[in-house]
C-alpha cells in the first residue's frame, strides 16, 4: 500500500523518472506488478515464497500449486493422485485501495478415498467433514504471470546486482544513522519539527557518504559491480 503512492510522490518532486524498481519481498502484490508496468517502468521484486520455495519441505508439499502440473491448453492443474482440477468459477476481490483482481478457483471432482487427501487438504476451520472435502485452488492468473515475468528478471545479472545493491543501500544506511550516527529518537515534536530534524539527518548522511566515496574513488558510480568467481 505505500509503493505506490511513493513512486506518485518521486514523480511530482523529481524531474527524472527511476526505470527499475527494486523492492524487497514486503511489496509483492499483483497491483504494485501492473502499476509498475503501466508506468513504463520494471519491476525487481523478490517473491515473498522466494527462499521458502528453495526449501526441501517446500519443493515436497503436495498441498502446494507450484508443486501441480499446469496445463494451460485445458486451464487445470493435476494433483499427485493424477486428478485433474479444472477452474469451476470466477470471482472479483476487491483490495484496500480499490484495486480489482480476479481470481480463479480450481476444484477436484472427487477427492474421497485419496491416498494422498491428509497431505493435500489442510486446515481445520472448515465445516465440512474431511471425507467430503474436495481440494481447491485459488488462483491470480495474472499475478502467476507478472510474477513469473519479475522472477526472470531478479535471477538475470543485471537484477541480482540490483537485489545486491537495494540491501546495501537500505539495510546499510539504516545502519550507519543509527548506530554510527547515534540517532535513535527525534527530538522534538510536530511534523514541521520532525521533517526539519529529517532534513539535517539525510544531509550529514549524504555528506558523509559522499566523502566515502571521494576516498574510495567511486564517484560517478551508483552500483556495486557484482564479484565474479573465479
Same mark, same amino acid.
Given at each position: 500500500?505505500?509503493?505506490?503512492?511513493?513512486?506518485?510522490?518521486?514523480?511530482?518532486?523529481?524531474?527524472?523518472?527511476?526505470?527499475?524498481?527494486?523492492?524487497?519481498?514486503?511489496?509483492?502484490?499483483?497491483?504494485?506488478?501492473?502499476?509498475?508496468?503501466?508506468?513504463?517502468?520494471?519491476?525487481?521484486?523478490?517473491?515473498?515464497?522466494?527462499?521458502?520455495?528453495?526449501?526441501?519441505?517446500?519443493?515436497?508439499?503436495?498441498?502446494?500449486?507450484?508443486?501441480?502440473?499446469?496445463?494451460?491448453?485445458?486451464?487445470?492443474?493435476?494433483? *499427485?493422485? &493424477? %486428478? @485433474?482440477?479444472?477452474? +469451476?468459477?470466477?470471482?472479483? !476481490?476487491?483490495?484496500?485501495?480499490?484495486? $480489482?483482481?480476479?481470481?480463479?478457483?480450481?476444484?477436484?471432482?472427487?477427492?474421497?478415498?485419496?491416498?494422498?487427501?491428509?497431505?493435500?487438504?489442510?486446515?481445520?476451520?472448515?465445516?465440512?467433514?474431511? *471425507?467430503? &472435502? %474436495? @481440494?481447491?485452488?485459488? +488462483?491470480?492468473?495474472?499475478? !502467476?504471470?507478472?510474477?513469473?515475468?519479475? $522472477?526472470?528478471?531478479?535471477?538475470?545479472?543485471?537484477?541480482?546486482?540490483?537485489?545486491?545493491?537495494?540491501?546495501?543501500?537500505?539495510?546499510?544506511?539504516?545502519?550507519?544513522?543509527?548506530?554510527?550516527?547515534?540517532? &535513535?529518537?527525534?527530538?522534538?515534536?510536530?511534523?514541521?519539527?520532525?521533517?526539519?530534524?529529517?532534513?539535517?539527518?539525510?544531509?550529514?548522511?549524504?555528506?558523509?557518504?559522499?566523502?566515502?566515496?571521494?576516498?574510495?574513488?567511486?564517484?560517478?558510480?551508483?552500483?556495486?559491480?557484482?564479484?565474479?568467481?573465479?
Amino acid at each position: 500500500m505505500t509503493l505506490i503512492p511513493l513512486l506518485k510522490d518521486m514523480e511530482k518532486h523529481m524531474s527524472f523518472k527511476y526505470k527499475n524498481i527494486v523492492a524487497d519481498a514486503g511489496y509483492e502484490s499483483e497491483e504494485n506488478y501492473v502499476f509498475i508496468e503501466h508506468n513504463n517502468q520494471a519491476g525487481y521484486i523478490k517473491p515473498q515464497n522466494y527462499e521458502l520455495s528453495k526449501t526441501r519441505n517446500y519443493k515436497k508439499d503436495i498441498s502446494r500449486r507450484e508443486n501441480m502440473d499446469y496445463d494451460p491448453q485445458t486451464d487445470s492443474y493435476t494433483c *499427485k493422485n &493424477r %486428478k @485433474k482440477l479444472s477452474a +469451476v468459477a470466477t470471482r472479483t !476481490e476487491r483490495t484496500a485501495t480499490g484495486y $480489482l483482481r480476479k481470481v480463479t478457483i480450481y476444484e477436484c471432482k472427487n477427492c474421497r478415498n485419496c491416498p494422498y487427501k491428509k497431505s493435500c487438504i489442510k486446515g481445520n476451520n472448515c465445516k465440512t467433514p474431511f *471425507k467430503d &472435502r %474436495k @481440494k481447491r485452488l485459488y +488462483v491470480s492468473r495474472k499475478m !502467476e504471470e507478472k510474477k513469473a515475468e519479475c $522472477l526472470e528478471r531478479i535471477l538475470s545479472d543485471f537484477g541480482t546486482q540490483l537485489r545486491l545493491n537495494r540491501s546495501i543501500q537500505a539495510e546499510g544506511s539504516f545502519a550507519n544513522v543509527k548506530e554510527d550516527m547515534n540517532f &535513535r529518537r527525534y527530538l522534538y515534536r510536530g511534523k514541521e519539527n520532525v521533517l526539519a530534524q529529517s532534513t539535517l539527518l539525510a544531509i550529514g548522511f549524504d555528506i558523509n557518504k559522499l566523502h566515502h566515496k571521494i576516498m574510495t574513488g567511486r564517484t560517478g558510480t551508483h552500483l556495486f559491480e557484482l564479484k565474479k568467481a573465479s
